[in-house]
Nanobody, 120 residues
Framework: QVQLVESGGGLVQAGGSLRLSCAAS????????MGWFRQAPGKEREFVAR????????RYSDSVKGRFTISRDNAKNTVYLQMRSLKAEDTAVYYC?????????????WGQGTQVTVSS
C-alpha cells in the first residue's frame, strides 16, 4: 500500500518562504510522476505543480509559476515544494499525490495534507 506523508506546513508572513516535503513508501517512487495540489476553504482542490519521474520535466499553475519550485530526490523517495514570495491567497491545505503509471494525469494516491497559512 502506498503511503504519502506531507510535512513542512505552517504559519508564515506574506512574502515569506516555506518548503513542503512529501515522503513516499510502498511503491517504486521513481516509476511515478508526482504532483502537488491545494485546497483553500470553500474552494475546490486545484493543481499546483507536477514533476516527471526523473525530475526532468516540471509544470506549474499560472498562479504559482515563478514563485514555487517542485523537485524530487528519488534516492530519498521524497518530493518537495519550495514556496517563495508567499501571498495570503496561497493559504490552503497542500496535498502531494502520486500519478498513475497506467493512466497519465490520473492521481492514484494522496497524502493527508499539510496546512499552509499566510498572514497578510
Amino acid at each position: 500500500q502506498v503511503q504519502l506523508v506531507e510535512s513542512g506546513g505552517g504559519l508564515v508572513q506574506a512574502g515569506g518562504s516555506l518548503r513542503l516535503s512529501c515522503a513516499a513508501s510502498g511503491r517504486t517512487f521513481s516509476n511515478s510522476p508526482m504532483g502537488w495540489f491545494r485546497q483553500a476553504p470553500g474552494k475546490e482542490r486545484e493543481f499546483v505543480a507536477r514533476i516527471s519521474r526523473l525530475g526532468v520535466s516540471t509544470r506549474y499553475s499560472d498562479s504559482v509559476k515563478g514563485r514555487f519550485t517542485i523537485s524530487r530526490d528519488n534516492a530519498k523517495n521524497t518530493v518537495y515544494l519550495q514556496m517563495r514570495s508567499l501571498k495570503a491567497e496561497d493559504t490552503a491545505v497542500y496535498y502531494c499525490a502520486m500519478e498513475s503509471v497506467v493512466v497519465a494525469g490520473q492521481y492514484d494516491f494522496w497524502g493527508q495534507g499539510t496546512q499552509v497559512t499566510v498572514s497578510s
